[in-house]
């Protein structure tokens, strides 16, 4: 196993593979949004059958290939933090901790919680006009949550289907009359809502 300080640790399998300088730049750039994890040594290692995993006892998370996007670096880390009881298990509370926490999370569509097909691209990935939108109405979807909103992965949903639209095509796109977004975040944020 290969060792970079006390940040890292590599299984003998990762550090073999080449053409890995893209990955270990965005690997690095992501842990930096997570000061929670600086003063642990995480393992990094390859999978197979997977975009991404942890191994949430051995502070270890594996990545399938070079492409990997920073949600899904982002998502992994996300789930060492649910093992250390800073976010709430389950799939669908680390993809929205992990939007919530930095934009750059934002460039794939998560695997877990539902976003409009209308935002994303042929690959899968979050349009970058739409990123910013996705970013905070996740941090919204939190603060609700801290507030007492138990259906807050919910709400985070249907919020950019109200905002966006889903595949409706008849729905204002909001992107093109930008001063709406704002207001209608706060529309959907009113105390009614939290109490629903």
């Not at 919204?140 to 909103?149: C, Q, R, S, V, W």
């Not at 289907?161 to 709406?180: A, L, P, S, T, W």
């Amino acid at each position: 196993m290969h060792s970079d300080g006390n940040r890292w640790t590599f299984t003998r399998k990762f550090a073999k593979k080449k053409g890995q300088s893209r990955f270990l730049k965005r690997l690095y750039e992501a842990r930096n949004y997570f000061p929670e994890l600086a003063c642990e040594t995480v393992k990094v290692g390859i999978t197979v059958n997977a975009d991404g995993k942890a191994d949430l006892k051995g502070k270890a998370v594996f990545f399938r290939s070079r492409n990997v996007s920073y949600y899904v670096i982002g998502h992994e880390l996300t789930h060492l933090l649910q093992e250390a009881g800073d976010v709430p298990k389950g799939e669908r509370s680390c993809d929205i901790y992990t939007m919530a926490r930095e934009l750059k999370f934002c460039d794939e569509a998560p695997n877990y919680v539902k976003v409009p097909k209308r935002l994303l691209d042929d690959r899968g990935f979050i349009r970058k006009e739409y990123r910013g939108l996705v970013h905070e109405t996740a941090k919204t979807a939190l603060i609700m949550k801290n507030m007492g909103k138990k259906r807050y992965i919910s709400w985070f949903e249907r919020n950019l289907v109200e905002i966006c639209g889903g595949d409706d095509r008849n729905k204002i796109d909001f992107f093109r009359q930008k001063e709406c977004v704002s207001g209608k975040i706060l529309l959907q944020t009113r105390i009614n809502d939290f109490i629903k």
